[in-house]
């Protein structure tokens, strides 16, 4: 179960960051109400905490607790232009869809990462502040593999995709991102490690992601409509039944000299070596492989594989 998220220290300072309010579930479609949607979309977020902490834990090896705070309904640019904190922000695709998610992460738990990476504790007082060291550029990638696994798993709740890490900006001036509709949804996610406290990531996605992904979803109210008609399938069937398709085998194509073909007679046998690979040609096309042989005193024709 996922819970409401609570402002948290971002290191030991008595800086915080913005958290915001309650989602709005109304006029998610540019149509008219929908709240399919959003219901659709909690079933990611209840799946996300656990995947999250499982492949961060692994990565930075070191043992943490993470939460994930209900998504809220935000107009972009005022999320964005609320971020006040040191974070880089990646960027992650899902399945073939244009519309990005986007990750921020805190560069508080970026550094913390790298310090229990290499063997550290992280003691609520690290910073790091201007110009990406490489120790923080290569672990971004890392945690881009990580958070795409997490989001992969979550995201098997509704479909069957793959997220993937694609970039990462290290301003949030350097983000732009092309919506029809402006608002997204965000979901603060807090971490303790070693028993401090950071407002660690947010995750945003968009609107316009999951109305692309709506056609995809077993919706309730379409199940009627996917229900097979058992009368149309009947006759499906039985025309089915209907169609006759010429099959045939060649047992062997000998080949002989052109006087030996002059002379054959009424009565001549040719050898045929055995094999198990005669062809099953249905129309022109090669069906099967197989092998001929005997059963209940007739001959018989036994597949050994399909084409």
Not at 246 to 254: C, E, G, I, K, M
Request: include cysteine; proline fraction near 4%; glycine fraction near 8%.
């Amino acid at each position: 179960m996922t819970k409401s998220h609570t402002s948290l220290t971002d290191s030991g300072t008595a800086a915080t960051e913005n958290v915001i309010g309650s989602a709005n579930h109304s006029l998610l479609k540019k149509g008219g109400p929908d709240d399919i949607l959003l219901l659709a979309y909690k079933k990611v977020e209840r799946k996300l905490e656990s995947g999250l902490k499982v492949h961060l834990s692994d990565l930075i090896d070191c043992d943490m607790k993470l939460e994930v705070g209900d998504s809220a309904k935000s107009p972009f640019k005022d999320w964005i232009s609320g971020q006040a904190t040191m974070s880089v922000y990646l960027e992650f695709q899902l399945g073939a869809l244009e519309s990005p998610i986007l990750v921020r992460v805190a560069r508080t738990f970026l550094n913390a990462s790298v310090d229990c990476f290499f063997g550290g504790q992280f003691d609520g007082e690290a910073q790091s502040t201007g110009e990406l060291k490489k120790s923080e550029i290569a672990m971004i990638e890392r945690l881009g593999g990580a958070i795409a696994t997490g989001l992969s798993q979550a995201w098997s709740a509704l479909l069957d995709t793959t997220v993937r890490y694609s970039g990462c900006a290290l301003a949030k001036d350097d983000i732009e991102l092309d919506m029809d509709d402006e608002n997204v949804l965000v979901s603060a996610i807090s971490v303790q490690l070693s028993g401090h406290p950071i407002a660690a990531f947010d995750v945003i996605q968009t609107l316009d992601g999951l109305i692309a992904i709506e056609p995809q979803l077993n919706r309730p109210h379409l199940r009627e409509v996917n229900e097979v008609d058992p009368i149309w399938k009947a006759d499906l069937k039985d025309s089915v039944e209907q169609i006759y398709l010429p099959v045939r085998s060649v047992l062997a194509r000998p080949t002989m000299q052109l006087s030996e073909l002059s002379r054959l007679a009424v009565g001549d046998i040719l050898p045929v070596a055995p094999t198990d690979n005669v062809p099953l040609i249905v129309g022109d096309r090669v069906f099967a492989h197989g092998s001929i042989g005997e059963q209940n005193g007739g001959v018989a024709f036994k597949i050994k594989n399909f084409l």
